[in-house]
């Protein structure tokens, strides 16, 4: 194994949101607890409080799961006595242990992390954090095409929200966020955005203003591609979203496409002064994914992407 040449005095601390998936919550918990800088690291648990009587029982067993962890330097236990749901919760607590750390390594309780998942990472927040072009450091990547020629990272114009770093001084610069639709399309923004393949982006941002589903990430992309932001990425996924199974914000959705291999090398030096030389290749097989086939980049242009989502669902019997 080797060892970290990180500066151990400025690693970013974690927040985990939970609410009521208590063996996705522990699958994510165990393997972060394996990552080689878990004794190192400070770990936020953010639990929000059950909406109804109904999920009680699953929200007390995380609780009484996190009661008794160990195996991080320190566990902070953020449980919320009132319902606040997904709009609130996590938003109010990054910005609290932003404020309190001055950078954050935000996951969901739906990431699996491979062992070096932390040291990437905070490897890409301590060399980037005076980059003005680059937002955060993601420990996911998407299933892509393209050798690595020997490259650690690749950029990406738009944020990926599975298990990702920044800082305080670039969160500052984006919110609070605003879905500001009509003028970024009166302005052609979204026109361009959607020249660069981000035309997923800015579906998810019309969906997201006219209250079909919350989409804040589409805010953030958008804003991120006004603004010429960018965010760091693996060659080899450090993460694997398991969330896409029909559970959580994903109950329209049953799909294997995100999936990956996690990184199983157990590499702790990363080299962040060169992207890839399949960077580009990369990106474009990205944009495809995301994009989807040539019907559903069809749905989206139309508007009705939501509602053949929602088709799909009921005939797979969600």
Request: with cysteine; proline share 4%.
């Amino acid at each position: 194994m080797e060892d970290t040449t990180l500066n151990l005095g400025r690693l970013a601390p974690v927040a985990l949101y939970t609410y009521s998936r208590y063996e996705h919550f522990k699958r994510t918990v165990e393997a972060l607890k394996q990552n080689f800088l878990a004794p190192h690291t400070t770990l936020y648990v953010v639990s929000d409080a059950p909406s109804i009587d109904a999920h009680k029982p699953a929200v007390e067993n995380i609780r009484n799961y996190v009661d008794d962890l160990r195996g991080f330097r320190e566990v902070v236990r953020v449980y919320r006595d009132k319902n606040l749901g997904l709009k609130l919760s996590p938003p109010m607590a990054e910005k609290a242990i932003l404020s309190d750390h001055g950078m954050i390594i935000n996951m969901e309780d739906d990431n699996i992390s491979s062992r070096n998942y932390l040291d990437f990472v905070n490897g890409g927040l301590q060399h980037f954090e005076d980059d003005d072009s680059v937002f955060s450091v993601s420990g996911y990547a998407p299933p892509t095409a393209g050798t690595d020629g020997g490259g650690d990272f690749w950029f990406y114009p738009w944020n990926i929200s599975w298990g990702y770093g920044l800082w305080k001084a670039k969160y500052d610069k984006f919110y609070p966020l605003v879905n500001r639709y009509p003028a970024l399309k009166k302005a052609g923004v979204l026109a361009a955005q959607n020249r660069h393949g981000g035309l997923y982006v800015s579906d998810s941002l019309k969906r997201d203003y006219e209250n079909k589903k919350y989409f804040p990430d589409a805010i953030l992309c958008t804003e991120m591609f006004r603004q010429g932001a960018r965010t760091v990425l693996p060659t080899v996924s450090k993460i694997q979203n398991i969330g896409q199974d029909g559970s959580g914000q994903s109950s329209n959705l049953l799909t294997d496409k995100y999936n990956v291999t996690l990184d199983q090398s157990g590499k702790r030096h990363f080299d962040f002064s060169r992207e890839a030389a399949s960077a580009q290749q990369k990106r474009d097989t990205a944009i495809a994914l995301y994009n989807g086939g040539g019907l559903t980049r069809l749905a989206r242009r139309l508007g009705v992407y939501h509602e053949l989502s929602g088709m799909r669902s009921k005939m797979l019997g969600k």
